[in-house]
Protein backbone atom coordinates (compact mmCIF):
# COMPACT_ATOMS: atom_id res chain seq x y z
CA UNK A 1 0.00 0.00 0.00
CA UNK A 2 1.11 3.22 -0.78
CA UNK A 3 0.99 6.24 1.58
CA UNK A 4 -0.94 8.68 0.35
CA UNK A 5 1.63 11.02 1.89
CA UNK A 6 4.52 10.05 -1.06
CA UNK A 7 2.26 10.76 -3.58
CA UNK A 8 0.80 13.90 -2.12
CA UNK A 9 5.21 15.06 -1.43
CA UNK A 10 5.76 13.91 -5.11
CA UNK A 11 3.07 15.87 -6.64
CA UNK A 12 3.60 19.21 -4.87
CA UNK A 13 7.35 18.79 -5.65
CA UNK A 14 6.76 19.06 -9.11
CA UNK A 15 4.45 21.34 -8.92
CA UNK A 16 7.46 23.62 -7.88
CA UNK A 17 9.15 22.29 -10.65
CA UNK A 18 6.83 22.98 -13.12
CA UNK A 19 6.38 26.80 -12.15
CA UNK A 20 10.32 26.99 -12.14
CA UNK A 21 10.83 25.07 -15.25
CA UNK A 22 7.38 26.96 -17.14
CA UNK A 23 9.33 30.73 -16.10
CA UNK A 24 12.50 30.31 -17.17
CA UNK A 25 14.73 28.40 -14.28
CA UNK A 26 17.70 26.28 -15.83
CA UNK A 27 17.28 22.84 -15.68
CA UNK A 28 19.73 22.12 -13.17
CA UNK A 29 17.87 24.20 -10.44
CA UNK A 30 14.78 22.24 -11.49
CA UNK A 31 16.12 19.00 -10.78
CA UNK A 32 17.93 20.14 -7.79
CA UNK A 33 14.75 22.03 -5.95
CA UNK A 34 12.29 18.95 -6.87
CA UNK A 35 15.26 16.81 -4.95
CA UNK A 36 15.77 19.02 -1.94
CA UNK A 37 11.98 18.45 -1.15
CA UNK A 38 11.95 15.33 -1.87
CA UNK A 39 14.60 15.02 0.45
CA UNK A 40 13.48 17.18 3.15
CA UNK A 41 10.61 14.47 4.02
CA UNK A 42 12.67 11.76 4.31
CA UNK A 43 12.49 10.40 0.38
CA UNK A 44 15.73 9.08 0.30
CA UNK A 45 15.71 8.10 -3.72
CA UNK A 46 14.71 10.94 -5.70
CA UNK A 47 15.02 11.06 -9.31
CA UNK A 48 14.05 13.75 -11.46
CA UNK A 49 14.40 13.65 -15.33
CA UNK A 50 13.90 17.30 -16.30
CA UNK A 51 13.55 18.55 -20.28
CA UNK A 52 12.49 21.68 -21.63
CA UNK A 53 8.78 19.78 -23.14
CA UNK A 54 8.57 17.24 -20.08
CA UNK A 55 8.97 16.49 -16.38
CA UNK A 56 10.02 12.92 -15.01
CA UNK A 57 10.48 12.20 -11.10
CA UNK A 58 10.36 8.86 -9.67
CA UNK A 59 10.01 8.97 -5.32
CA UNK A 60 11.00 5.90 -2.89
CA UNK A 61 11.95 6.16 0.58
CA UNK A 62 14.80 3.52 0.03
CA UNK A 63 16.81 2.03 -2.25
CA UNK A 64 16.74 -1.43 -1.10
CA UNK A 65 13.32 -3.01 -2.78
CA UNK A 66 12.05 -0.35 -4.80
CA UNK A 67 8.73 -1.97 -4.76
CA UNK A 68 6.34 0.90 -3.50
CA UNK A 69 7.73 4.11 -6.28
CA UNK A 70 5.68 6.49 -7.11
CA UNK A 71 6.49 8.55 -10.52
CA UNK A 72 4.78 11.11 -11.86
CA UNK A 73 5.18 13.18 -15.95
CA UNK A 74 4.12 15.86 -16.79
CA UNK A 75 3.93 17.94 -19.80
CA UNK A 76 5.30 21.50 -20.31
CA UNK A 77 3.95 23.57 -23.45
CA UNK A 78 4.80 27.18 -22.86
CA UNK A 79 7.82 28.59 -21.51
CA UNK A 80 8.52 32.54 -20.81
CA UNK A 81 10.88 34.14 -18.44
CA UNK A 82 8.95 35.38 -15.27
CA UNK A 83 12.32 35.33 -12.87
CA UNK A 84 9.99 36.83 -9.94
CA UNK A 85 8.11 33.37 -9.75
CA UNK A 86 12.01 31.70 -10.00
CA UNK A 87 13.01 33.67 -7.33
CA UNK A 88 9.67 32.77 -5.36
CA UNK A 89 9.38 29.54 -5.43
CA UNK A 90 13.04 29.40 -4.54
CA UNK A 91 12.40 31.03 -1.06
CA UNK A 92 9.09 28.63 -0.56
CA UNK A 93 11.69 25.50 -1.30
CA UNK A 94 13.73 27.17 1.52
CA UNK A 95 11.30 27.66 3.89
CA UNK A 96 10.18 24.16 3.31
CA UNK A 97 13.08 22.24 3.44
CA UNK A 98 13.70 24.62 7.56
CA UNK A 99 10.18 24.07 8.76
CA UNK A 100 7.32 21.47 9.43
CA UNK A 101 5.04 22.96 7.03
CA UNK A 102 2.34 20.54 6.04
CA UNK A 103 1.83 19.49 2.55
CA UNK A 104 -1.54 21.26 1.92
CA UNK A 105 -0.04 24.52 3.11
CA UNK A 106 2.57 23.71 0.68
CA UNK A 107 0.16 23.48 -2.13
CA UNK A 108 -1.75 26.54 -1.55
CA UNK A 109 1.26 28.42 -1.07
CA UNK A 110 2.75 27.21 -4.39
CA UNK A 111 -0.53 28.29 -6.15
CA UNK A 112 -0.35 31.52 -4.62
CA UNK A 113 3.35 31.79 -6.07
CA UNK A 114 1.82 30.92 -9.80
CA UNK A 115 -1.00 32.60 -10.12
CA UNK A 116 1.35 35.93 -9.09
CA UNK A 117 0.84 39.00 -11.27
CA UNK A 118 3.51 40.48 -13.90
CA UNK A 119 3.71 44.35 -14.92
CA UNK A 120 0.92 45.33 -16.56
CA UNK A 121 1.41 45.33 -20.27
CA UNK A 122 1.86 49.37 -20.31
CA UNK A 123 5.13 49.28 -17.95
CA UNK A 124 6.14 46.13 -19.78
CA UNK A 125 6.01 48.19 -23.00
CA UNK A 126 7.74 51.42 -22.11
CA UNK A 127 9.81 50.68 -19.71
CA UNK A 128 10.74 47.22 -20.94
CA UNK A 129 10.35 46.90 -24.30
CA UNK A 130 10.97 51.19 -25.53
CA UNK A 131 13.65 51.52 -22.65
CA UNK A 132 15.88 48.68 -23.50
CA UNK A 133 15.30 48.81 -27.50
CA UNK A 134 16.43 52.52 -27.18
CA UNK A 135 19.34 52.13 -25.08
CA UNK A 136 20.58 49.12 -27.10
CA UNK A 137 20.04 51.36 -30.25
CA UNK A 138 22.68 53.83 -28.10
CA UNK A 139 24.78 50.99 -27.46
CA UNK A 140 25.15 49.82 -30.92
CA UNK A 141 26.67 52.99 -31.68
CA UNK A 142 23.32 55.18 -33.11
CA UNK A 143 22.28 58.57 -32.69
CA UNK A 144 19.37 60.29 -30.69
CA UNK A 145 16.66 59.96 -33.80
CA UNK A 146 17.53 56.29 -33.55
CA UNK A 147 17.31 56.02 -29.84
CA UNK A 148 13.72 57.71 -30.49
CA UNK A 149 12.89 55.43 -33.23
CA UNK A 150 13.75 52.43 -31.44
CA UNK A 151 12.01 53.06 -28.58
CA UNK A 152 8.73 54.17 -30.27
CA UNK A 153 9.27 50.90 -32.39
CA UNK A 154 10.24 49.05 -29.05
CA UNK A 155 6.96 49.79 -27.87
CA UNK A 156 4.75 49.27 -29.98
CA UNK A 157 6.21 45.54 -30.78
CA UNK A 158 5.79 45.04 -27.13
CA UNK A 159 2.20 45.08 -27.30
CA UNK A 160 1.67 43.51 -30.55
CA UNK A 161 3.84 40.15 -29.26
CA UNK A 162 1.91 40.75 -25.57
CA UNK A 163 -1.44 40.68 -27.59
CA UNK A 164 -0.43 37.71 -29.98
CA UNK A 165 1.03 35.72 -26.99
CA UNK A 166 -2.98 36.28 -25.31
CA UNK A 167 -4.35 35.04 -27.88
CA UNK A 168 -1.96 31.84 -27.67
CA UNK A 169 -0.39 32.11 -31.45
CA UNK A 170 2.42 29.86 -31.72
CA UNK A 171 6.10 32.14 -31.13
CA UNK A 172 7.21 31.39 -34.83
CA UNK A 173 3.89 33.49 -35.98
CA UNK A 174 4.21 36.01 -33.46
CA UNK A 175 7.95 36.86 -33.96
CA UNK A 176 7.21 36.56 -37.90
CA UNK A 177 4.70 39.43 -37.33
CA UNK A 178 7.63 41.52 -34.50
CA UNK A 179 10.13 40.99 -37.17
CA UNK A 180 7.94 42.46 -39.59
CA UNK A 181 6.47 45.17 -37.73
CA UNK A 182 9.70 46.56 -36.93
CA UNK A 183 11.50 46.83 -40.11
CA UNK A 184 7.99 48.45 -41.61
CA UNK A 185 8.01 51.13 -39.30
CA UNK A 186 11.50 51.70 -39.28
CA UNK A 187 11.46 51.95 -43.41
CA UNK A 188 7.96 54.15 -43.03
CA UNK A 189 9.73 56.69 -40.32
CA UNK A 190 12.59 57.15 -42.30
CA UNK A 191 10.75 58.45 -45.09
CA UNK A 192 9.09 60.93 -42.47
CA UNK A 193 12.23 62.21 -40.92
CA UNK A 194 13.72 64.51 -44.09
CA UNK A 195 10.81 66.31 -43.61
CA UNK A 196 11.85 67.98 -40.42
CA UNK A 197 15.39 67.98 -41.60
CA UNK A 198 16.54 64.75 -39.41
CA UNK A 199 18.29 61.48 -41.44
CA UNK A 200 17.12 58.38 -39.81
CA UNK A 201 19.49 55.04 -39.28
CA UNK A 202 17.14 52.42 -40.78
CA UNK A 203 19.78 49.66 -39.94
CA UNK A 204 20.49 50.85 -36.12
CA UNK A 205 16.34 51.50 -35.23
CA UNK A 206 15.47 48.15 -36.59
CA UNK A 207 18.65 46.39 -34.40
CA UNK A 208 17.73 47.84 -31.29
CA UNK A 209 13.89 47.33 -31.61
CA UNK A 210 14.14 43.75 -32.29
CA UNK A 211 16.44 43.39 -29.44
CA UNK A 212 13.27 42.67 -27.37
CA UNK A 213 12.62 38.89 -29.13
CA UNK A 214 16.38 38.12 -30.35
CA UNK A 215 16.53 34.63 -28.50
CA UNK A 216 20.18 35.38 -27.16
CA UNK A 217 19.40 34.19 -23.00
CA UNK A 218 17.99 31.41 -25.23
CA UNK A 219 21.00 29.93 -26.80
CA UNK A 220 23.77 30.75 -23.81
CA UNK A 221 20.90 28.62 -21.93
CA UNK A 222 21.34 25.90 -24.36
CA UNK A 223 24.80 25.99 -23.96
CA UNK A 224 25.33 25.99 -20.17
CA UNK A 225 22.82 22.96 -20.00
CA UNK A 226 25.04 21.11 -22.23
CA UNK A 227 27.95 21.94 -20.33
CA UNK A 228 26.21 21.22 -17.34
CA UNK A 229 25.72 17.40 -19.14
CA UNK A 230 21.91 18.12 -19.70
CA UNK A 231 22.31 17.01 -23.32
CA UNK A 232 18.47 16.42 -24.21
CA UNK A 233 17.68 19.97 -22.58
CA UNK A 234 20.58 21.68 -24.32
CA UNK A 235 19.49 20.39 -27.68
CA UNK A 236 15.85 21.25 -27.16
CA UNK A 237 16.70 25.10 -25.88
CA UNK A 238 18.87 25.27 -28.75
CA UNK A 239 16.46 24.66 -31.40
CA UNK A 240 14.11 26.90 -29.53
CA UNK A 241 16.38 29.70 -29.97
CA UNK A 242 17.67 28.92 -34.04
CA UNK A 243 13.55 28.86 -34.35
CA UNK A 244 13.11 32.23 -32.68
CA UNK A 245 15.94 33.41 -34.88
CA UNK A 246 14.83 32.51 -38.37
CA UNK A 247 11.30 33.82 -37.40
CA UNK A 248 12.07 37.27 -36.73
CA UNK A 249 15.09 36.64 -40.11
CA UNK A 250 11.95 35.74 -41.86
CA UNK A 251 9.83 38.83 -40.79
CA UNK A 252 12.60 41.57 -41.46
CA UNK A 253 14.37 39.70 -44.29
CA UNK A 254 10.59 39.56 -45.78
CA UNK A 255 9.88 43.54 -44.93
CA UNK A 256 13.77 44.44 -46.13
CA UNK A 257 13.08 42.53 -49.84
CA UNK A 258 9.88 44.13 -50.57
CA UNK A 259 11.58 47.82 -50.09
CA UNK A 260 14.64 47.21 -52.36
CA UNK A 261 11.67 45.65 -54.55
CA UNK A 262 8.99 48.10 -54.66
CA UNK A 263 11.02 51.82 -53.67
CA UNK A 264 14.74 50.78 -54.27
CA UNK A 265 15.90 51.24 -51.02
CA UNK A 266 18.73 49.87 -48.98
CA UNK A 267 20.65 49.22 -45.97
CA UNK A 268 23.77 51.84 -46.26
CA UNK B 1 36.81 58.00 -19.88
CA UNK B 2 33.39 59.40 -21.23
CA UNK B 3 33.02 56.89 -23.32
CA UNK B 4 33.16 54.64 -20.61
CA UNK B 5 30.57 56.46 -18.57
CA UNK B 6 27.62 57.09 -20.97
CA UNK B 7 28.68 53.07 -22.15
CA UNK B 8 27.92 51.94 -18.64
CA UNK B 9 24.98 54.55 -18.59
CA UNK B 10 23.12 52.86 -21.59
CA UNK B 11 23.74 49.32 -20.43
CA UNK B 12 22.38 49.95 -17.07
CA UNK B 13 18.95 51.25 -18.32
CA UNK B 14 18.90 48.75 -20.91
CA UNK B 15 20.17 45.95 -18.66
CA UNK B 16 17.06 47.44 -16.66
CA UNK B 17 14.44 47.29 -19.47
CA UNK B 18 15.10 43.59 -20.21
CA UNK B 19 14.35 43.15 -15.73
CA UNK B 20 11.21 44.69 -16.58
CA UNK B 21 10.72 42.11 -19.70
CA UNK B 22 11.39 39.11 -17.66
CA UNK B 23 9.13 40.21 -14.10
CA UNK B 24 12.32 40.01 -11.92
CA UNK B 25 11.56 41.28 -8.44
CA UNK B 26 11.78 45.06 -8.34
CA UNK B 27 14.31 44.40 -5.27
CA UNK B 28 16.60 43.49 -7.92
CA UNK B 29 16.26 46.12 -10.52
CA UNK B 30 19.39 48.15 -9.36
CA UNK B 31 21.43 45.39 -8.37
CA UNK B 32 21.24 43.47 -12.04
CA UNK B 33 21.49 46.62 -13.80
CA UNK B 34 24.69 47.48 -12.00
CA UNK B 35 26.42 43.95 -13.42
CA UNK B 36 24.89 44.74 -16.91
CA UNK B 37 26.73 47.87 -17.08
CA UNK B 38 29.75 47.15 -15.23
CA UNK B 39 29.96 43.91 -17.48
CA UNK B 40 29.26 45.89 -20.71
CA UNK B 41 31.82 48.03 -19.78
CA UNK B 42 35.03 45.28 -18.86
CA UNK B 43 33.75 44.15 -22.42
CA UNK B 44 34.39 47.62 -24.12
CA UNK B 45 37.22 47.87 -22.41
CA UNK B 46 39.20 44.29 -23.16
CA UNK B 47 38.23 44.63 -26.38
CA UNK B 48 40.76 47.19 -26.45
CA UNK B 49 42.84 45.74 -24.88
CA UNK B 50 42.97 42.10 -26.53
CA UNK B 51 41.23 42.42 -29.61
CA UNK B 52 39.32 39.25 -29.39
CA UNK B 53 35.49 39.85 -28.84
CA UNK B 54 35.93 35.72 -27.54
CA UNK B 55 38.29 36.95 -24.46
CA UNK B 56 36.15 39.98 -23.37
CA UNK B 57 32.89 38.35 -23.10
CA UNK B 58 34.57 35.23 -21.25
CA UNK B 59 36.29 38.06 -18.93
CA UNK B 60 33.14 40.43 -18.68
CA UNK B 61 30.50 37.07 -18.15
CA UNK B 62 33.24 36.23 -15.05
CA UNK B 63 33.02 39.95 -13.70
CA UNK B 64 28.75 39.46 -14.19
CA UNK B 65 28.54 35.91 -12.92
CA UNK B 66 30.63 36.89 -9.36
CA UNK B 67 28.88 39.73 -8.94
CA UNK B 68 25.30 37.81 -9.72
CA UNK B 69 27.03 35.63 -6.95
CA UNK B 70 27.71 37.91 -4.29
CA UNK B 71 24.17 39.66 -4.78
CA UNK B 72 22.63 36.22 -4.61
CA UNK B 73 24.15 35.37 -1.56
CA UNK B 74 23.41 38.52 -0.12
CA UNK B 75 19.86 38.43 -0.77
CA UNK B 76 19.17 34.98 -0.88
CA UNK B 77 17.49 35.51 -4.68
CA UNK B 78 18.99 32.47 -7.42
CA UNK B 79 21.64 33.93 -8.94
CA UNK B 80 19.26 33.57 -12.00
CA UNK B 81 17.55 36.52 -11.15
CA UNK B 82 20.80 38.66 -11.69
CA UNK B 83 22.77 36.85 -14.21
CA UNK B 84 20.11 36.52 -17.46
CA UNK B 85 19.40 40.67 -17.32
CA UNK B 86 23.03 41.30 -16.99
CA UNK B 87 24.40 38.98 -19.44
CA UNK B 88 21.91 40.54 -22.03
CA UNK B 89 24.16 43.09 -23.80
CA UNK B 90 26.92 40.24 -24.58
CA UNK B 91 24.91 37.79 -25.04
CA UNK B 92 24.86 36.73 -29.29
CA UNK B 93 21.41 36.96 -29.94
CA UNK B 94 21.90 39.45 -32.88
CA UNK B 95 24.26 36.85 -34.29
CA UNK B 96 21.84 34.44 -34.28
CA UNK B 97 19.57 36.48 -36.10
CA UNK B 98 22.16 37.64 -38.41
CA UNK B 99 23.16 33.92 -39.66
CA UNK B 100 19.44 33.50 -40.06
CA UNK B 101 19.27 36.36 -42.17
CA UNK B 102 22.23 35.29 -44.37
CA UNK B 103 20.48 31.96 -44.38
CA UNK B 104 17.49 33.65 -45.40
CA UNK B 105 18.87 35.50 -47.59
CA UNK B 106 21.19 32.39 -49.49
CA UNK B 107 24.79 34.07 -48.38
CA UNK B 108 25.89 30.94 -47.19
CA UNK B 109 29.88 32.40 -46.50
CA UNK B 110 28.02 35.07 -44.11
CA UNK B 111 25.87 32.73 -42.59
CA UNK B 112 28.65 29.92 -41.82
CA UNK B 113 30.83 33.56 -40.32
CA UNK B 114 28.12 34.75 -38.00
CA UNK B 115 27.08 30.85 -36.92
CA UNK B 116 30.79 30.21 -35.46
CA UNK B 117 30.79 33.77 -34.01
CA UNK B 118 27.76 32.74 -32.02
CA UNK B 119 28.48 29.06 -31.10
CA UNK B 120 32.12 30.70 -29.75
CA UNK B 121 30.42 33.48 -27.67
CA UNK B 122 27.69 31.60 -26.20
CA UNK B 123 30.49 28.93 -24.84
CA UNK B 124 32.72 31.66 -23.44
CA UNK B 125 29.72 33.28 -21.63
CA UNK B 126 28.19 29.91 -20.10
CA UNK B 127 31.89 28.83 -19.71
CA UNK B 128 32.59 32.07 -17.59
CA UNK B 129 29.16 31.13 -15.79
CA UNK B 130 29.44 27.38 -15.05
CA UNK B 131 33.29 28.31 -13.68
CA UNK B 132 31.82 30.93 -10.97
CA UNK B 133 29.11 28.79 -10.29
CA UNK B 134 31.23 25.82 -9.63
CA UNK B 135 33.67 27.56 -7.65
CA UNK B 136 30.72 28.70 -5.37
CA UNK B 137 28.94 25.15 -4.85
CA UNK B 138 33.00 23.65 -4.06
CA UNK B 139 32.64 26.74 -1.26
CA UNK B 140 29.38 25.19 -0.28
CA UNK B 141 31.02 21.62 0.27
CA UNK B 142 33.72 23.04 2.15
CA UNK B 143 31.62 25.06 4.45
CA UNK B 144 29.10 21.80 4.61
CA UNK B 145 32.05 19.19 5.25
CA UNK B 146 33.23 21.87 8.32
CA UNK B 147 29.79 21.84 9.93
CA UNK B 148 29.89 18.44 9.91
CA UNK B 149 33.13 18.15 11.50
CA UNK B 150 32.44 20.38 13.87
CA UNK B 151 29.35 18.95 15.08
CA UNK B 152 30.99 15.18 15.15
Not at chain 1, 37 to 51: D, F, H, I, M, W
Not at chain 1, 173 to 191: R, T
Request: charged content about 15%; some cysteine.
Amino acid sequence: MISTNRKKTLIMALYAGEIMLKNGAETYRVEDTIIRLCKSRNYQYVEPYVTPTGIFVSVDTKGESQDEIVTYIKRIKSRRINLNKVAEVNNFSRNFVESNMDLKEAMTMLKDIDKLKSFSKHIDAFLGGGVASGFFALLFGGDMPAFLGAFIIGSIISYILTYLNSMEFPPFLSNICGGAVAAGLAILISYVTPLINITLDVDKVITGSIMVMVPGVAITNAVRDSIAGDLVAGLARAVEAIIIATSIAVGVGFILTLWQIMLGGSLS
Amino acid sequence: MIEYITNFFYAYLSTIGFAVLFNAPVSTFIKSGFAGGLGWVIYVFSNGIFESVLVSAFIASLVIAIIGEFFAIVDKNPITVYIIPGIIPLVPGFGLYYTMLSLVERNFGMAANYGTEVLLISIAISGALVIVLSLNSYRRQIQKKRREMRNK
